[in-house]
């Protein structure tokens, strides 16, 4: 990967519509989902930042440094989060992730992080869908996606056309997570009871 340096970036700024609660701050087993994914990224990078307009609710996690939305708007968007992410980071890189994504695969990162050379998006891409939330990107997307956000065009996916993106396949992603439990996510009560049930 050269001389690059990459931040671990999490977004947390979701309302947890569904959920009825902060769904980062649920509970697996005696630490929170946030800390887990948290704790993922600080064993892989040297910086880790959270995105969230409500810092006060995460004082459990340590060595972390807070970013607020750079613009606040009626709907809730991760491409403000991501922009707000990757301006904020003291790197040429971030790797981001949602909050609600506890089964991180630490050597499938190690895997797309080694990959990293000049492009402008590194990114799994599984059954013909983006991952855009488990996804490497350069601070060459600055541009890019502020002018998408200035047009109020809020879908992440929608300035990768005008960028170098590299696509991580499904194949090379199965060989360190075979059942893709790295893209899991957690959006209700029944699917964190059946997480629980699962896997804790």
Do not use: W
Not at 23 to 46: N, Y
Not at 123 to 137: D, Q, R
């Amino acid at each position: 990967m050269g001389n690059k340096s990459i931040t671990g970036v999490v977004l947390a700024g979701g309302s947890s519509s569904r959920m009825g609660q902060n769904k980062a701050l649920l509970k697996l087993d005696s630490d929170t989902m946030i800390e887990r994914v948290v704790d993922s990224l600080q064993s892989l990078f040297g910086e880790t930042i959270v995105v969230t307009n409500n810092e006060e609710e995460y004082s459990m996690l340590n060595n972390v440094r807070f970013v607020r939305d750079f613009k606040n708007l009626e709907v809730k968007s991760s491409l403000v989060g991501l922009y707000s992410g990757l301006i904020s980071a003291n790197s040429d890189y971030i790797f981001v992730v949602a909050c609600d994504m506890p089964l991180l695969n630490i050597p499938l990162i190690e895997f797309m992080k080694d990959k990293i050379k000049n492009q402008d998006i590194l990114i799994p891409n599984i059954k013909g869908y983006y991952e855009p939330l488990h996804a490497f990107y350069s601070k060459s997307c600055l541009n890019s996606m502020k002018n998408q956000l200035d047009q109020k065009d809020y879908k992440i996916l929608n300035f990768f056309s005008k960028l170098n993106v590299e696509i991580i396949d499904e194949a090379s992603i199965r060989q360190f997570d075979p059942h893709l439990n790295s893209f899991l996510n957690i959006n209700n009560y029944e699917e964190y009871m059946e997480f629980k049930n699962k896997y804790i």
